[in-house]
Nanobody
């Protein structure tokens, strides 16, 4: 198993920045692809960003491309999501999730952290 704990959410004005972090403990962190999902009220959970377990390649949803950047530090067992130029539509609960060897079976989730962007 792997345990995930997010931090860094909060309230920010439109155009501002936040950095989310996800700390992992348990099994070998480097064997997991890491993901950031978000869920806004009344909407389905969506994948926002993903980083490979092996190559470090990243994926971003079109809605955040160019504004969000995901990092991983295998030595510290952490991933981060740097969010710039935030928009009110980025308001959501953000979740960190892990999938073993990039299988996209998201078996491990954090508790979520609220991001609120005011206009």
């Amino acid at each position: 198993q792997i345990q995930l704990v997010e931090s860094g959410g909060g309230l920010v004005q439109a155009g501002g920045s936040l950095r989310l972090s996800c700390a992992a403990s348990g099994r070998t962190f480097s064997n997991y692809a890491m993901n950031w999902f978000r869920q806004a009220p009344g909407k389905e959970r969506e994948l926002v960003a993903r980083i490979s377990w092996s190559t470090g390649n990243t994926y971003y949803a079109d809605s955040v491309k160019g504004r969000f950047t995901m990092f991983r530090d295998n030595a510290k067992n952490t991933v981060s999501l740097q969010m710039n130029s935030l928009k009110p539509e980025d308001t959501a609960v953000y979740y960190c999730a892990a999938d073993f060897f990039g299988t996209r079976k998201y078996d491990y989730w954090g508790q979520g952290t609220q991001v609120t962007v005011s206009s």
